[in-house]
């Protein structure tokens, strides 16, 4: 009986599984802050109202470095975990490890133009316009 070989390289997915470690663990940091800062930091004392998710205390949040590094890390964390674990899952099944180039192109222009479209939408609130 002979032996069916699959040629694979050691280190094929080493930098996918390593950026898959590294984004969770990062989006769990990310995701504690902003629960901390969202639900437990008192926004609304400046304003002397109860905080509420308006615009108004969107924007003041985001008038403070620290949010827009959260809010765009987070962004881009849940972009690369999620469509590296996509990946992943494609890659599992023979038929799309023959198209890896063109799923890997795709997938990167769907997540650089999602992260894009992301921090575009947040413009308003950090500059404060239109509030």
Do not use: C
Request: net charge negative; hydrophobic share 55%; aromatic share 12%.
């Amino acid at each position: 009986m002979s032996e069916q070989r699959v040629s694979t390289s050691k280190v094929a997915g080493t930098w996918a599984w390593a950026f898959q470690r590294i984004s969770a663990v990062l989006l769990i940091v990310f995701l504690g802050v902003h629960l901390y800062a969202a639900h437990f930091m008192d926004v609304g004392a400046e304003t002397g109202e109860e905080p509420l998710i308006t615009f108004d205390e969107v924007s003041l949040r985001l008038d403070q470095l620290l949010y827009i590094v959260v809010d765009y890390g987070m962004l881009s964390m849940i972009l690369l975990h999620g469509l590296n674990g996509f990946r992943t899952v494609l890659f599992d099944f023979d038929m799309f490890v023959r198209r890896k180039k063109l799923i890997d192109v795709t997938l990167w222009v769907v997540g650089i133009g999602t992260l894009i479209w992301g921090i575009v939408i947040l413009f308003p609130f950090i500059s404060g316009a239109g509030g």
